[in-house]
């Protein structure tokens, strides 16, 4: 048997949340910008900030940046692919390089084997 309680789910010192407690808010302004997709984001951002607001925002809905020229949004970033340490290694070293290595860590392991 389930008791009922007029207080289920509130807190001590809950009350309603309104302006009356959050105080009011600030005036809004919304900046438009468009990515290379052709999506619109309007970010809100205080009157008195409009000044400041960045030049560029992510695209909620593709991850691309978009500006605020909807004529010329800004390119997509090329991510270069994962590399390994490998290929890291590879742009150091020409393959000459890696032989006398190879062959200079051979000798010595040779040597330390005595064989």
């Known amino acids: 048997m389930a008791s009922g309680s007029a207080i289920r789910g509130s807190r001590v010192g809950a009350g309603p949340m ?3 407690e ?3 808010s600030a005036p809004r302004i919304w900046i438009s910008y468009w990515c290379a997709n052709g999506h619109e984001t309007r970010p809100s951002f205080a009157e008195e900030a409009a000044e400041e607001a960045p030049t560029t925002w992510d695209c909620p809905r593709c991850g691309f940046p978009a500006g605020q020229d909807q004529e010329n949004p800004p390119a997509p970033v090329r991510n270069e692919p994962y590399k390994t340490h490998l290929a890291y290694v ?11 290595i190879l062959d200079e860590a051979l000798a010595a392991l040779r040597a330390r084997r005595g064989g």
Do not use: L, V
Request: hydrophobic share 20%; glycine share 18%; proline share 0%.
């Open 18 to 20: 309104g302006e009356a």
């Open 22 to 24: 959050r105080g009011e």
């Open 90 to 100: 590879k742009e150091r070293r020409s393959d000459e390089d890696g032989a006398a």
